[in-house]
């Protein structure tokens, strides 16, 4: 059923899935674009540059003036050119900081052209720290000048180039991230259209399926009502003809009974003192058989009411072990009964004694000769069991789990006596079932049967308070 809604949702699933998807790519490629373009780590290359053309401008100043310096030669003239110097060491980027190195490391013949104005500076810093007058300053710091021009229009070179490249790779970047939003409009709109488009199918179907349901309903309403009046004219049916039947029937009974005790005087030849007896018990079966269609008709029709009482139950259950006593010695079978002086219940009390002697005649029609009947009762935290166990021949799990239902029986052939009418056992549920109660059965082929009833522990409470009251 799991299975069974997980693929009809499945179109829906992968749309979901489809979408994240897409939006996870498109995201996660905007971010590597904006982290490339506006990381912070980097110095943008349009201000190195600019700084690199200012430096080739400070360069060429510088030389001017030191020319100027020795074709002239003056302290005013020394001092400027000096000063011009100052200015343009000033432009030079640092070739180790962090942030300069990370962005020329894109641009290596740019990072050598930086490299190698650094070291120019350097060299023209220790020449003039050797110098020991102005005239040798100047003529040390014009030939270190002299020595980097290369250096200076590599670096030009060098600049323009990484200035080319990088428009180029901006504008890359800048395809990259047009074609990714055509790419995810695309799939936006694409899912959105098909997303749609299962929706109405879906929202079509469950429409169909709620008409469907509906047609279902009022079809399975109009046959609830009419199993309902076939029901109510069975029980109905059955409680009349066995009414009807049980009349005729006691007079049978009655004639029979009297015919085998020989009340008129004795019969000629004997054999029909034996058909007399065959009769009696034929008619007392199918007396019981009726009685037994009687009660579960007025259960089902819900016309059976319950006279609660207040029971001993151990007078009871003895009582009831009594009616099968002298079958059970012809039988060889022990019934026992076990249960606590005092010990009372709120019952009614025809219904208590029907479940007991169903529960026990069945007990005995199928043990063998040398076993045992335990009747015993006990109570729990929450119930008051009653509790009916054999040494019989067992029931058959298969046949357990439907062994309350009218006309089931638990073997094709009793032990012993006359098959029973397969009634017992459903009447027996729904008799402790109107007490609140329920009915339980556990078996065990070849070992037993123990069968229990289990009345709410209030029936024993009110019983307890009854009895004292009576006191």
């Not at 309903?217 to 109510?232: D, F, I, M, P």
């Amino acid at each position: 059923m799991l299975w069974r809604g997980i693929r009809t949702d499945l179109p829906f699933i992968a749309v979901a899935v489809s979408l994240i998807a897409g939006t996870a790519i498109a995201a996660a490629m905007f971010a590597s674009l904006l982290i490339e373009q506006l990381d912070s780590r980097y110095l943008p290359l349009e201000d190195i540059a600019w700084n690199l053309f200012q430096v080739q401008a400070e360069f060429q100043r510088t030389q001017i003036l030191l020319g100027e310096a020795h074709q002239v030669p003056s302290d005013e003239a020394r001092r400027a050119a000096l000063r011009r110097y100052e200015i343009f060491v000033s432009r030079v980027l640092v070739d180790n900081d962090p942030k300069v190195e990370r962005q020329l490391a894109r641009y290596p013949n740019l990072l050598t052209s930086v490299k190698a104005l650094n070291r120019l500076v350097a060299n023209a810093d220790r020449a003039l720290a050797e110098a020991k007058t102005g005239e040798e300053k100047v003529a040390q710091l014009q030939r270190s000048m002299s020595d980097g021009q290369a250096s200076i229009q590599q670096m030009a070179v060098a600049a323009h180039h990484a200035i080319a490249e990088n428009r180029d790779q901006t504008t890359t970047g800048l395809t990259r991230i047009h074609n990714g939003l055509a790419v995810l409009f695309g799939v936006v709109v694409t899912v959105v259209v098909v997303f749609g488009v299962l929706a109405w199918v879906q929202l079509r179907k469950l429409e169909h399926s709620r008409e469907d349901l509906m047609a279902l309903s009022q079809r399975l309403s109009v046959e609830k009502e009419r199993a309902e009046k076939a029901s109510r004219a069975k029980s109905a049916f059955l409680a009349n003809m066995s009414h009807e039947l049980r009349t005729p029937m006691n007079a049978i009974i009655g004639f029979a009974e009297v015919i085998t005790k020989q009340m008129m005087g004795p019969l000629q030849p004997v054999r029909y003192a034996e058909y007399a007896n065959d009769i009696l018990r034929s008619g007392q079966h199918l007396l019981s058989l009726i009685n037994d269609l009687l009660d579960l008709a007025k259960i089902e029709a819900g016309r059976m009411s319950l006279n609660r009482d207040v029971i001993d139950l151990r007078a009871s259950l003895t009582d009831a072990a009594k009616v099968f006593e002298t079958d059970a010695q012809h039988a060889g079978v022990a019934i026992a009964v076990k249960a606590r002086d005092g010990m009372g219940i709120h019952a009614d009390r025809r219904a208590l004694r029907q479940m007991l002697l169903n529960l026990i005649s069945n007990a005995l029609r199928f043990t063998l000769s040398g076993g045992s009947i335990a009747v015993s009762a006990e109570t729990t935290d929450k119930e008051l069991l009653i509790t009916v166990a054999d040494t019989g021949r067992g029931i058959a799990p298969e046949t357990l789990e439907r062994l309350m239902e009218p006309f089931v029986q638990g073997f094709e052939a009793a032990v012993r006596g006359q098959q029973g009418t397969g009634l017992g056992l459903s009447i027996t549920r729904k008799l402790i079932e109107l007490h609140g109660g329920r009915f339980t059965i556990q078996s065990t082929v070849g070992v037993g049967t123990r069968a229990t009833l289990a009345f709410p522990i209030a029936s024993l409470a009110a019983a307890a308070t009854q009895n004292r009251a009576a006191a």
